[in-house]
C-alpha cells in the first residue's frame, strides 16, 4: 500500500433545492439543516465534506440512511454535481472536466457497483460483465475474453449465457463486482453494494471482495449503513451524519475513541472482541517479566481469549513480523471490550 | 320575440341596431324566412305587447338577430368558418399536397400489389411473414383459417384491401410515431406541447376531422382517407414509446451513466430495448385502430370491407353488412393475435419485468 492519495474531496457543500447557491450563503454562514429546511426550503445534502483517500486502500463511508453517503459517493463520479467544493482525483479537480472528459473518467478510471445491481436486463451476464469495455468500443471477442475471466474469478464460470434475472441476488451482485473488474479502473466505487443481500450471502460477498483487494489492490469507495460491514472491510472509516462528517480514521481507534456520543451509540453494539485487533489494545514496548505465551498483532481479541481459555491472569507477548512489540495483559484486554460509557 | 328588442332598446343600441339593417342589400332567402317566422312569432305571442316571462327566447345568435339587425345569424357564422377555410384552402394545398402525396402513392401501390398479386401466391406469403413475427404455430393456424374463410365467401379483395391500407398506416405511424415518442420522452416541453394535441386526436370523434380533410383534398385521392386513419391512429405509438423510455428502470439508466454511456448509446443500447413492450403494446393498439378508422373512412372512398358494411347500412342489405362486419371482426382478431404474439416474444426474451 503506497501513501499515494488517489481520490481528495475538499470542502464539498450539496444543496438541493430551487436556488442552492444563495442558500449555500445561508449554510456557510452557520445554518442548519433543519433551519434551512424550514426557512428556505432547501435541502443539505452534505456539508463541508474533506476526506482523503489513499491509493490501493477500502474508504468505507458508513452513516444511517438520509446522512448523505449515497450522495456523496455519486459526486466521485459526477452523477451528481456539488454546490461548491472540490473532487480531486489523481491530482486533477474533475468538477472542471468537459464532458468528453467526464465520459473517459468515467469508462477508464473509475466503475461502480450499485445496491440495486444496475445489470441491464436484457443482456446477458457476459455481455453485462464486458459492458464497460463495450462501452468504451473494444471488439466484442477481445472484451468477451476479459468478461469471463473476471465472471470466473467472482465465481460464475460457464453462467455467461444466462440472463440476469435468472441469477440470485448474490449472483446479480456477482455480476455487478465482475462488471466493474472488468472495466480495469483503478477506483471501485461500492454503493451499498451488498446491503441488498442475505446475511449470509453478505459475509461471502464481503469475503470475496476482501479476497479480490488482496491481489488487486484498487482503490475502493464503499458505502454502507452496517457497523460489523463497514469495521470488516475498513481501511479507512468515514462515518457521516446529517450530511457532515463526525469523525474518521482508522477503524479500531473509531472503536476505542469515539469522538461523540453518535458514535458511542453506533459502536455500543458491536461484538468487540471480533473487531478489535491486539495491536490497538496492547501496551507497546519491549515484554518484560513472565509471559504466557506469543500472539501477533493482528490477532482479534476473540482469539487471544480461545487461547488463554478464558483465565485472567495470563500475560502474552505480542510479535509483529517475528519481533516482539509489546505485551497483552488479560486485563487490559477485558476493559477493552467494554465500551466506554457517556460521561 | 320582443322581449329581446326591448332590451335593445333599454340599452340604447335601438340606433346601431337599424342602423346595421339599413345597410342590408337585397333580401337572401334566409332573412325571409327569418321574417316570417318573427311574424308567426309574434302573433303567437298573444297581443304583441312583449308576452309573458315564459315566451322568452333562446338567448340565441338568431334570435338577437331578430331583435338587433346588426347582429349577426348564426349562419353568417357557419358561413364565415366556411369562407375562412376555403380561402386559405389553397395556400394549405400548396404545402400539404406534396408533403403528403407520397401517402398517395404508397397506398395506391400497395392496394395493387396485394390485389394484383394471386391469390395462391399472396395468402403463402402472409402466413410465412405471421411465422416469422409470432413464431407460433397456432396463431398461423388462426389467420390461416380466418383468410381462408374470408376467401369462400369471396370476401378476399375487400380483406386484401382494408389489410394493404392497414399495413401502409401503421407503418407510417410507428414511422413517426416512436421517433416523437423517444423526442416527448427526452423533453418534458415537447412532451406538455405534443400531449394535449394526442389528447384532441383521441378524443375528437373520426367523424369530425373527416370534415376538414374532404375539403383539403380531393375524395378521390387516397390520401384523404390515409391521412384521417394516420391522425386517428397514431396517439397510442407515441404516447407508449414516450411512456416506455420513461418508465426505464432509473437504477439502470444510472449506471449506464456510471460506465459512460453516450446518450446514443443509451438510448440505443438501453432506452429502447427496455421500453420495447411498451412501444410494441403501442404499435399492437396502433394497428387495431387502424382497423376501426379504415371501416369509417369507407366514407370517404377508402376500398375495402368496409364498403361493403356501408353498403349493407344504405341499402339495408343485412346479410352483406353482416358478413362484412364479420370479416372485420377476423381481421381485428387476426391482426391482435398476431402482434400480441409478437410481444410476448420479446417480453420472454428479457423477463426483466420482476
Same mark, same amino acid.
Given at each position: 500500500?503506497?501513501?499515494?492519495?488517489?481520490?481528495?474531496?475538499?470542502?464539498?457543500?450539496?444543496?438541493?433545492?430551487?436556488?442552492?447557491?444563495?442558500?449555500?450563503?445561508?449554510?456557510?454562514?452557520?445554518?442548519?439543516?433543519?433551519?434551512?429546511?424550514?426557512?428556505?426550503?432547501?435541502?443539505?445534502?452534505?456539508?463541508?465534506?474533506?476526506?482523503?483517500?489513499?491509493?490501493?486502500?477500502?474508504?468505507?463511508?458508513?452513516?444511517?440512511?438520509?446522512?448523505?453517503?449515497?450522495?456523496?459517493?455519486?459526486? !466521485? @463520479?459526477?452523477?451528481?454535481?456539488?454546490?461548491?467544493?472540490?473532487?480531486?482525483?489523481?491530482?486533477?479537480?474533475?468538477?472542471?472536466?468537459?464532458?468528453?472528459?467526464? +465520459?473517459?473518467?468515467?469508462?477508464?478510471?473509475?466503475?461502480?457497483?450499485?445496491?440495486?445491481?444496475?445489470?441491464?436486463?436484457?443482456?446477458?451476464?457476459?455481455?453485462?460483465?464486458?459492458?464497460?469495455?463495450?462501452?468504451?468500443?473494444?471488439?466484442?471477442?477481445?472484451?468477451?475474453?476479459?468478461?469471463?475471466?473476471?465472471?470466473?474469478?467472482?465465481?460464475?464460470?460457464?453462467?455467461?449465457?444466462?440472463?440476469?434475472?435468472?441469477?440470485?441476488?448474490?449472483?446479480?451482485?456477482?455480476?455487478?463486482?465482475? +462488471?466493474?473488474?472488468?472495466?480495469?479502473?483503478?477506483?471501485?466505487?461500492? $454503493?451499498?453494494?451488498?446491503?441488498?443481500?442475505?446475511?449470509?450471502?453478505?459475509? #461471502?460477498?464481503?469475503?470475496?471482495?476482501?479476497?479480490?483487494?488482496?491481489?488487486?489492490?484498487?482503490?475502493?469507495?464503499?458505502?454502507?449503513?452496517? %457497523?460489523?460491514?463497514?469495521?470488516?472491510?475498513?481501511?479507512?472509516?468515514?462515518?457521516?451524519?446529517?450530511?457532515?462528517?463526525?469523525?474518521?480514521?482508522?477503524?479500531?481507534?473509531?472503536?476505542?475513541?469515539?469522538? =461523540?456520543?453518535?458514535?458511542?451509540?453506533?459502536?455500543? $453494539?458491536?461484538?468487540?472482541?471480533?473487531?478489535?485487533?491486539?495491536?490497538?489494545?496492547?501496551?507497546?514496548?519491549?515484554?518484560?517479566?513472565?509471559?504466557?505465551?506469543?500472539?501477533? $498483532?493482528?490477532?482479534?481479541?476473540?482469539?487471544?481469549?480461545?487461547?488463554?481459555?478464558?483465565?485472567?491472569?495470563?500475560?502474552?507477548?505480542?510479535?509483529?513480523?517475528?519481533?516482539?512489540?509489546?505485551?497483552? $495483559?488479560?486485563?487490559?484486554?477485558?476493559?477493552?471490550?467494554?465500551?466506554?460509557?457517556?460521561? | 320575440?320582443?322581449?329581446?328588442?326591448?332590451?335593445?332598446?333599454?340599452?340604447?343600441?335601438?340606433?346601431?341596431?337599424?342602423?346595421?339593417?339599413?345597410? #342590408?342589400?337585397?333580401?337572401?332567402?334566409? *332573412?325571409?324566412?327569418?321574417?316570417?317566422?318573427?311574424?308567426?312569432?309574434?302573433?303567437?305571442?298573444?297581443?304583441?305587447?312583449?308576452?309573458?316571462?315564459? =315566451?322568452?327566447?333562446?338567448?340565441?345568435?338568431? @334570435?338577437?338577430?331578430?331583435?338587433?339587425?346588426?347582429?349577426?345569424?348564426?349562419?353568417?357564422?357557419?358561413?364565415?368558418?366556411?369562407?375562412?377555410?376555403?380561402?386559405?384552402? =389553397?395556400?394549405?394545398?400548396?404545402?400539404?399536397?406534396?408533403?403528403?402525396?407520397? !401517402?398517395?402513392?404508397?397506398?395506391?401501390?400497395?392496394?395493387?400489389?396485394?390485389?394484383?398479386?394471386?391469390?395462391?401466391?399472396?395468402?403463402?406469403?402472409?402466413?410465412?411473414?405471421?411465422?416469422?413475427?409470432?413464431?407460433?404455430?397456432?396463431?398461423?393456424?388462426?389467420?390461416?383459417?380466418?383468410?381462408?374463410?374470408?376467401?369462400?365467401?369471396?370476401?378476399?379483395?375487400?380483406?386484401?384491401?382494408?389489410?394493404?391500407?392497414?399495413?401502409?398506416?401503421?407503418?407510417?405511424?410507428? !414511422?413517426?410515431?416512436?421517433?416523437?415518442?423517444?423526442?416527448?420522452?427526452?423533453?418534458?416541453?415537447?412532451?406538455?406541447?405534443?400531449?394535449?394535441?394526442?389528447?384532441?386526436?383521441?378524443?375528437?370523434?373520426?367523424?369530425?376531422?373527416?370534415?376538414?380533410?374532404?375539403?383539403?383534398?380531393?375524395?378521390?385521392?387516397?390520401?384523404?382517407?390515409?391521412?384521417?386513419?394516420?391522425?386517428?391512429?397514431?396517439?397510442?405509438?407515441?404516447?407508449?414509446?414516450?411512456?416506455?423510455?420513461?418508465?426505464? *428502470?432509473?437504477?439502470?439508466?444510472?449506471?449506464?451513466?456510471?460506465?459512460?454511456?453516450?446518450?446514443?448509446?443509451?438510448?440505443?443500447?438501453?432506452?429502447?430495448?427496455?421500453?420495447?413492450?411498451?412501444?410494441?403494446?403501442?404499435?399492437?393498439?396502433?394497428?387495431?385502430?387502424? %382497423?376501426?378508422?379504415?371501416?369509417?373512412?369507407?366514407?370517404?372512398?377508402?376500398?375495402?370491407?368496409?364498403?361493403?358494411?356501408?353498403?349493407?347500412?344504405?341499402?339495408?342489405?343485412?346479410?352483406?353488412?353482416?358478413?362484412?362486419?364479420?370479416?372485420?371482426? !377476423?381481421?381485428?382478431?387476426?391482426? #391482435?393475435?398476431?402482434?400480441?404474439?409478437?410481444?410476448?416474444?420479446?417480453?420472454?426474451?428479457?423477463?426483466?419485468?420482476?
Amino acid at each position: 500500500m503506497s501513501d499515494k492519495l488517489k481520490i481528495s474531496i475538499r470542502n464539498l457543500y450539496k444543496i438541493f433545492g430551487d436556488n442552492p447557491r444563495s442558500a449555500l450563503a445561508d449554510v456557510l454562514g452557520g445554518m442548519s439543516k433543519t433551519e434551512l429546511l424550514k426557512t428556505r426550503r432547501h435541502v443539505l445534502g452534505l456539508r463541508d465534506i474533506n476526506v482523503d483517500m489513499k491509493e490501493g486502500e477500502i474508504t468505507v463511508v458508513m452513516g444511517l440512511s438520509g446522512s448523505g453517503k449515497s450522495t456523496l459517493i455519486r459526486h !466521485l @463520479n459526477r452523477l451528481i454535481e456539488p454546490t461548491s467544493g472540490e473532487v480531486l482525483v489523481d491530482g486533477e479537480n474533475i468538477l472542471t472536466f468537459g464532458e468528453t472528459k467526464l +465520459r473517459e473518467l468515467r469508462r477508464k478510471t473509475m466503475s461502480m457497483v450499485f445496491q440495486k445491481f444496475g445489470l441491464l436486463p436484457h443482456r446477458t451476464v457476459l455481455d453485462n460483465a464486458g459492458m464497460a469495455l463495450a462501452t468504451q468500443g473494444v471488439k466484442r471477442a477481445d472484451y468477451e475474453v476479459e468478461a469471463r475471466r473476471w465472471l470466473e474469478r467472482v465465481g460464475l464460470g460457464g453462467q455467461g449465457r444466462q440472463y440476469p434475472h435468472q441469477l440470485s441476488g448474490g449472483m446479480q451482485q456477482r455480476v455487478g463486482i465482475a +462488471r466493474a473488474l472488468t472495466s480495469n479502473s483503478g477506483i471501485m466505487l461500492m $454503493d451499498e453494494a451488498f446491503s441488498a443481500l442475505d446475511p449470509l450471502i453478505r459475509t #461471502d460477498m464481503q469475503d470475496l471482495l476482501i479476497e479480490l483487494q488482496n491481489e488487486l489492490h484498487k482503490t475502493i469507495v464503499f458505502i454502507t449503513h452496517d %457497523l460489523d460491514e463497514a469495521l470488516k472491510l475498513a481501511d479507512h472509516l468515514v462515518i457521516l451524519k446529517d450530511g457532515a462528517v463526525v469523525q474518521q480514521g482508522e477503524p479500531q481507534d473509531i472503536l476505542l475513541n469515539p469522538s =461523540d456520543p453518535y458514535i458511542e451509540d453506533f459502536v455500543r $453494539d458491536i461484538n468487540r472482541a471480533r473487531v478489535l485487533r491486539v495491536r490497538s489494545v496492547m501496551q507497546e514496548g519491549p515484554a518484560e517479566g513472565e509471559v504466557s505465551g506469543e500472539i501477533s $498483532d493482528t490477532d482479534n481479541l476473540e482469539s487471544v481469549i480461545a487461547v488463554s481459555g478464558g483465565a485472567m491472569d495470563r500475560r502474552y507477548r505480542v510479535m509483529a513480523e517475528g519481533k516482539p512489540v509489546g505485551v497483552l $495483559d488479560m486485563s487490559t484486554l477485558m476493559r477493552a471490550l467494554v465500551p466506554r460509557h457517556p460521561g | 320575440m320582443a322581449s329581446y328588442a326591448k332590451f335593445f332598446d333599454a340599452l340604447g343600441l335601438r340606433e346601431w341596431c337599424d342602423g346595421g339593417a339599413g345597410g #342590408d342589400g337585397p333580401m337572401s332567402m334566409a *332573412d325571409l324566412m327569418a321574417q316570417a317566422r318573427s311574424g308567426a312569432g309574434g302573433a303567437s305571442g298573444g297581443g304583441g305587447s312583449g308576452g309573458s316571462f315564459w =315566451d322568452l327566447p333562446l338567448p340565441s345568435l338568431n @334570435n338577437f338577430h331578430d331583435a338587433c339587425q346588426a347582429i349577426p345569424q348564426t349562419r353568417d357564422l357557419t358561413i364565415g368558418l366556411e369562407r375562412a377555410f376555403l380561402s386559405a384552402r =389553397d395556400a394549405l394545398r400548396i404545402v400539404l399536397d406534396p408533403l403528403t402525396q407520397p !401517402l398517395s402513392w404508397m397506398l395506391r401501390e400497395m392496394l395493387w400489389l396485394m390485389t394484383a398479386t394471386p391469390w395462391f401466391i399472396m395468402l403463402p406469403i402472409l402466413l410465412l411473414v405471421t411465422w416469422f413475427v409470432a413464431r407460433s404455430w397456432s396463431v398461423v393456424l388462426l389467420v390461416a383459417a380466418s383468410l381462408g374463410f374470408l376467401t369462400v365467401v369471396d370476401h378476399y379483395t375487400a380483406a386484401m384491401q382494408t389489410l394493404a391500407i392497414i399495413f401502409v398506416c401503421a407503418f407510417i405511424c410507428v !414511422l413517426f410515431g416512436v421517433p416523437l415518442g423517444i423526442a416527448m420522452s427526452r423533453s418534458d416541453r415537447l412532451q406538455r406541447i405534443v400531449t394535449p394535441i394526442l389528447d384532441m386526436l383521441q378524443t375528437l370523434p373520426a367523424f369530425v376531422y373527416l370534415i376538414p380533410l374532404i375539403f383539403l383534398f380531393s375524395v378521390t385521392e387516397p390520401k384523404l382517407y390515409g391521412i384521417a386513419i394516420i391522425l386517428y391512429a397514431i396517439v397510442p405509438v407515441v404516447r407508449l414509446t414516450d411512456l416506455g423510455i420513461r418508465l426505464v *428502470d432509473r437504477d439502470v439508466i444510472e449506471a449506464a451513466n456510471a460506465f459512460g454511456m453516450t446518450s446514443r448509446q443509451k438510448l440505443f443500447g438501453v432506452q429502447i430495448p427496455l421500453a420495447l413492450p411498451n412501444i410494441m403494446a403501442g404499435v399492437n393498439q396502433t394497428i387495431m385502430m387502424s %382497423l376501426a378508422m379504415v371501416v369509417i373512412a369507407s366514407l370517404v372512398s377508402a376500398p375495402g370491407l368496409g364498403v361493403l358494411v356501408l353498403r349493407g347500412i344504405r341499402n339495408l342489405e343485412l346479410g352483406v353488412g353482416l358478413i362484412a362486419g364479420f370479416g372485420i371482426v !377476423l381481421l381485428a382478431i387476426v391482426l #391482435d393475435r398476431v402482434t400480441k404474439a409478437s410481444l410476448a416474444r420479446i417480453d420472454v426474451s428479457q423477463s426483466s419485468r420482476h
